[in-house]
Nanobody, 123 residues
């Protein structure tokens, strides 16, 4: 089994930055895709960004140019660098794996999820 543990959430003012981390452990297949989703109250869970070996990365239009997903294979950790944060980025952020295709932003295509980390952007 694969386990995912997110960290790095917090409160920040608009325009600020945060870096989220997703620690991956267990039998992770390095040909698998890793993705970040977010879920705000009253809204559907939204795909933020995903990266697959030799494919992507894929970004939501709402974060393109501001967020960057990177992988540190030595640390088995995926990072989501979030810059120029906006109040509408406030959400619970999750990482996801065990992807079955074909659409990266479809949450039903991932079978392993972390517990989430809260990001709050307000002045």
């Amino acid at each position: 089994d694969v386990q995912l543990v997110e960290s790095g959430g917090g409160s920040v003012q608009p325009g600020g930055s945060l870096r989220l981390a997703c620690a991956v452990s267990g039998a992770f297949d390095r040909t698998d895709c890793l993705a970040w989703f977010r879920h705000a109250p009253g809204k559907e869970r939204e795909g933020v960004e995903a990266v697959c070996p030799n494919i992507g990365p894929f970004y939501s239009d709402s974060v393109k140019g501001r967020f960057t997903l990177s992988l540190d294979n030595a640390k088995n950790t995926a990072y989501l660098q979030m810059n120029r944060l906006k109040p509408e980025d406030t959400s619970l952020y999750f990482c996801a794996a065990d992807y079955r295709g074909p659409r990266w932003s479809d949450q039903t295509r991932y079978s392993t999820w972390g517990q989430g980390t809260q990001v709050t952007v307000s002045s």
